[in-house]
């Protein structure tokens, strides 16, 4: 893969982690032109809903369930849903198979600025993501989860931790990122914007100012994407495809690629 591939992790459910994903991919867009942002749970998710894009038409997970072998990331990226910079490959439909799976998101790789994969709490496709965020919790339980998932060995050595919670903690983020053993790269406080923004189908990271905007401005900055990360290659995309012409630019082969099982977890409250 050419480009950057960003995974968010949520620790638990209902922390946000599809905005946040949402939101990166929404800023990175001034920056590097197209990005996408990917279901990693083709059987969840809906993270097209997330983006407020689901009125519109254009390529789902269940589309490209056929799909085998190589795949021509270009045909894909056309046909997906979209505004302005930001594309969305949701869940809907049949989920195709694991090799499916991570030969989609590796061919929008080559042709994507960009590509976050929301990966919820179930990472199966960490192994393709160049950098890593995990979304984790300060209460008790979310801690026990986030400590779960940091035992499971399944995250990179160098993955970011964002925390979310209140203004006021009864335990500080650098005691919480010392426990966990991981880098932290922000506190995303809880904002009362961002359920209005929902309501009112703003798109996540589209405002101006605001705290989850300014974490992913950080987090892309921590990662090479951002003010002072150097020049990056913008990528346009033409008007969006119909599925038929991505069946014709992405046709079979005997030869399946080799992946692992596709994540069935469910969404569990992240929007």
Same mark, same amino acid.
């Given at each position: 893969?050419?480009?950057? *591939?960003?995974?968010?992790?949520?620790? /638990?459910?209902?922390?946000?982690?599809?905005?946040?994903?949402?939101?990166?991919?929404?800023?990175?867009? &001034? @920056?590097?032109?197209? /990005?996408?942002?990917?279901?990693?749970?083709?059987?969840?998710?809906?993270?097209?809903?997330?983006?407020?894009?689901?009125?519109?038409?254009?390529?789902?997970?269940?589309?490209?369930? +056929?799909?085998?072998?190589?795949?021509?990331?270009?045909?894909?990226?056309?046909?997906?849903?979209?505004?302005?910079?930001?594309?969305?490959?949701?869940?809907?439909?049949?989920?195709?198979?694991?090799?499916?799976?991570?030969?989609?998101?590796?061919?929008?790789?080559e042709v994507c600025g960009l590509v976050v994969l929301?990966?919820?709490?179930?990472?199966?496709? @960490?192994?393709?993501?160049?950098? $890593? *965020? *995990?979304?984790?919790?300060? /209460?008790?339980?979310?801690?026990?989860?986030?400590?779960?998932?940091?035992? /499971?060995?399944?995250?990179?050595?160098?993955?970011? @931790?964002?925390?979310?919670?209140?203004?006021?903690?009864? *335990?500080?983020?650098?005691? !919480?990122? !010392?426990?966990?053993?991981?880098?932290?790269a922000a506190v995303l406080r809880d904002e009362v914007?961002?359920?209005?923004?929902?309501?009112?189908?703003?798109?996540?990271?589209?405002?101006?100012?605001?705290?989850?905007?300014? $974490?992913? +401005?950080? !987090?892309?900055?921590?990662?090479?994407?951002?003010?002072?990360?150097? &020049?990056?290659?913008? $990528?346009?995309? &033409?008007? !969006? +495809?119909?599925?038929?012409?991505?069946?014709?630019?992405?046709?079979?082969?005997?030869?399946?690629?080799?992946?692992?099982?596709?994540?069935?977890?469910?969404?569990?409250?992240?929007?």
């Open positions: 893969m050419d480009h950057h *591939v960003l995974g968010v992790v949520g620790a /638990s459910g209902g922390l946000g982690a599809s905005t946040l994903a949402v939101s990166l991919a929404v800023r990175a867009g &001034p @920056l590097l032109g197209v /990005s996408a942002c990917v279901d990693g749970r083709p059987s969840g998710g809906g993270v097209d809903v997330t983006a407020c894009l689901e009125h519109l038409p254009g390529l789902r997970w269940g589309d490209l369930a +056929d799909l085998q072998g190589r795949v021509d990331g270009a045909a894909v990226l056309r046909a997906l849903p979209g505004e302005g910079s930001l594309r969305v490959l949701a869940s809907r439909g049949t989920p195709p198979a694991a090799a499916t799976v991570r030969a989609v998101v590796e061919g929008l790789a929301d990966t919820g709490a179930a990472p199966q496709l @960490l192994d393709l993501c160049t950098s $890593v *965020v *995990v979304l984790a919790g300060v /209460s008790a339980r979310r801690l026990a989860d986030a400590g779960a998932l940091v035992q /499971s060995g399944v995250l990179p050595s160098d993955a970011l @931790l964002v925390l979310r919670g209140a203004r006021r903690e009864p *335990v500080a983020p650098e005691d !919480v990122a !010392v426990h966990l053993d991981l880098p932290l914007r961002v359920r209005a923004d929902e309501d009112r189908a703003r798109v996540p990271g589209t405002r101006g100012r605001g705290a989850v905007e300014a $974490v992913a +401005d950080r !987090v892309l900055g921590m990662v090479g994407v951002g003010a002072g990360s150097g &020049p990056a290659r913008r $990528v346009q995309v &033409p008007a !969006v +495809d119909s599925v038929a012409g991505v069946r014709r630019a992405v046709p079979a082969t005997e030869e399946r690629l080799p992946g692992l099982e596709p994540t069935s977890a469910a969404r569990g409250g992240v929007r």
